[in-house]
């Protein structure tokens, strides 16, 4: 079974500070990767997603994220924070099960709050 | 914003009670889930759907039973509520199990 975690449940940035989320899987096959946002009382908003091909992959809101599968990481970055960043987010890893059926499976999440 | 509402959004029942929330799509996807978030747990899977009257139990299935009988809807009941089922539920949505899924706008359920 594949897992999902997620160091630190929270993380503090300054405005235009670097911003690293951190995401390691396991998994016993190729899975694809998912980070998505939550912002308060709504649902979760994809990110970016790595499935197959270039393992740096660009999504929305100017962040980024790295495939590194000798790591079994896929760190969430972005270069400047901004207030809007504010949220949560969620680190999710899918696989292929026997059956040929997949399902998202979450990591806890970290809380990114972003000090003016 | 795919087309995905969650009904209710709010509810507050006692335990003990049956309990239906409802999930309808307007993207005619073929697969749907239903997911629990808890704080510190981040988001959990308890049923999922890959078509009509075909569906299978996630990670934390105990308590809850589902049902599709329609490709646009997918209900996850409650058949006797627990408070520890007091949580933040949330359907998704997938065209295909291998690409992203979708999410609704969530349902606060509270069992007193």
């Known amino acids: 079974a594949q897992s999902v975690t997620q160091l630190g449940s929270h993380v503090s940035v300054s405005e235009g500070a670097l911003v690293l989320l951190r995401c390691n899987y396991s998994?016993?096959?190729?899975?694809?990767l998912f980070w998505y946002v939550q912002y308060p009382n709504q649902g979760l908003q994809l990110l970016l997603k790595y499935t197959t091909g270039a393992t740096l992959v660009k999504g929305i809101n100017g962040f980024e994220a790295e495939f590194k599968k000798s790591e079994t990481s896929f760190h969430l970055t972005k270069p400047s924070a901004h207030m809007s960043d504010a949220a949560e987010y969620f680190c999710a890893v899918s696989v292929e099960a026997d059956t040929g059926r997949r399902a998202l499976t979450f990591g806890s999440g970290t809380r990114l709050q972003v000090q003016p | 914003d795919a087309g995905i509402t969650q009904s209710p959004r709010h509810k507050v029942t006692e335990t003990g009670t049956p309990v239906t929330l409802r999930c309808h799509q307007t993207e005619n996807h073929r697969y749907m889930y239903w997911y629990r978030q808890d704080p510190g747990h981040g988001l959990r899977l308890i049923h999922y759907?890959?078509?009509?009257?075909?569906?299978d139990k996630g990670e934390v299935s105990d308590g809850y039973s589902v049902s599709r009988s329609k490709t646009e809807d997918f209900l996850l009941t409650l058949e006797s509520a627990t408070s520890s089922q007091t949580s933040v539920y949330f359907c998704?949505?997938?065209?295909?199990?291998?690409?992203?899924?979708?999410f609704g706008q969530g349902t606060r359920l509270t069992v007193v």
């Open positions: 998704a949505i997938s065209a295909l199990g291998n690409t992203e899924a979708f």
């Open positions: 998994s016993s096959v190729p899975p694809y």
């Open positions: 759907s890959y078509g009509v009257k075909d569906t």
